[in-house]
């Protein structure tokens, strides 16, 4: 089962919905995104009542963050809301990690209370976030004490103008979470957990970034090396997870940040959030098909796994991006007429989707 929402669904996405049959939600983003009129559509009503019949609890997934809210209101109080609840809530996710990572300092803090909070009682750099965010928005990395005040100032001005864009179940300014900054390089997982609460990889991302201070998501690799080097570092982790949290048939993105070492033993692996419900998002994990071959939706609805020693056959040095171009900031969404997609193409090689 599935619930598409804004801002994109992909058409591989929504080829493989109709071709499994998956039941989908109609909703009103249906409509605005112009989905096929060829999917498994039900009714509210309907989705629910299919929901409920399983005598367990059946793969359910979202394209997009913004189905949290509908699924808060209309799916059956199975224990689900709790585990979503969980990993979308950071504080809580940091506390139930904290075991894991003892060391690791983290604070909740009230964003009218934030130009006020005591920096000396982290060790710079830190990072400031909302406790319940997505897509980098009023994500900060702030270097020294004197970066504080204006970072907050920008904080401030940013959610007020994404107060009405995303839902509170997606954002919510209210609280902000401070805590160490973990250093490394970035990684990016989707993964689903089984019936057993065993995690199932079925991707690899690795994050670029422009600069240090750098936290947007333009950039992402995937390649047999990246795969080979982290997997099973990231599956123990994933593993714990798992088990203490008790999550059954249930997609996650989860992001790490993994120190450069020769050694494994010298490596340190750092949680930075996990992402309930979807993969990748804006359908980012259907680069696992462009590389790989791999239906992570099909994989994910047919409780499947991918095999990894075959399908890692022949890929030897090839590396796969998922780039974003993005909209200067100065520049008006209004007084854009139109884009030209083929020269943004054109400065790239060996372009296999444009979307």
């Known amino acids: 089962m599935i619930i598409l929402e804004e801002p994109y669904v992909s058409t591989f996405l929504q080829e493989t919905l109709d071709r499994l049959r998956i039941p989908v ?17 039900l009714s509210s009503e309907d989705f629910i009542r299919q929901y409920k019949q399983f005598p367990e609890v059946p793969p359910l997934y979202s394209s997009s963050e913004n189905a949290l809210e509908w699924i808060a209101q209309h799916i059956p109080d ?39 909070f005591d920096t000396t009682t982290f060790q710079f750099p830190i990072i400031v976030k909302p406790n319940i965010g997505f897509f980098s928005v009023g994500v900060y990395k702030v270097n020294t004490a004197a970066d504080w005040k204006p970072i907050v100032s920008k904080i401030h001005q940013e959610m007020a103008n ?26 990016a997982v989707d993964v689903y957990f089984d019936k057993d609460c065993q995690p199932v990889i079925l991707n690899v991302m690795k994050h670029i970034f422009a600069h240090p201070e750098d936290t947007s998501y333009r950039l992402y690799i ?53 992402n309930p ?10 680069l696992a098909y462009f590389a790989y071959g791999t239906n992570n939706y099909e994989l994910f609805f047919n409780q499947e796994k991918p095999d990894w020693s075959t ?3 022949g890929k030897e ?5 998922m780039i974003v ?20 193409c054109d400065k790239l090689s060996h372009v296999m989707e444009c979307r």
């Open 25 to 41: 939600l109609r909703n009103v983003a249906i409509d605005i995104l112009h989905v096929s009129p060829q999917l498994n559509y």
């Open 78 to 116: 199975n224990g689900l809301q709790e585990k979503i609840h969980l990993f979308k809530d950071k504080f809580q996710f940091r506390q139930l990690m904290h075991p894991l990572y003892p060391k690791f300092n983290f604070t909740k803090v009230p964003l009218v209370d934030l130009d006020g």
């Open 162 to 187: 994404m107060q009405d864009i995303f839902p509170k179940s997606v954002v919510n300014s209210a609280e902000f979470i401070i805590e160490d900054c973990i250093e490394g390089d970035e990684y």
């Open 222 to 274: 995937t390649s047999k090396e990246i795969i080979e080097s982290t997997h099973d570092l990231f599956h123990a982790i994933l593993q714990e997870i798992g088990k203490t949290s008790g999550i059954q048939k249930f997609p996650m993105h989860i992001e790490f940040r993994m120190t450069s070492s020769q050694h494994d033993s010298g490596q340190q692996i750092g949680i930075i959030e996990a």
């Open 277 to 286: 419900m979807r993969f990748a998002g804006l359908c980012v994990t259907d």
């Open 311 to 313: 399908i890692l056959q």
């Open 317 to 321: 040095g090839k590396i796969y991006a």
């Open 325 to 344: 171009g993005t909209i200067p900031r100065e520049l008006k969404l209004e007084d854009i007429e139109s884009v030209d997609y083929q020269a943004f």
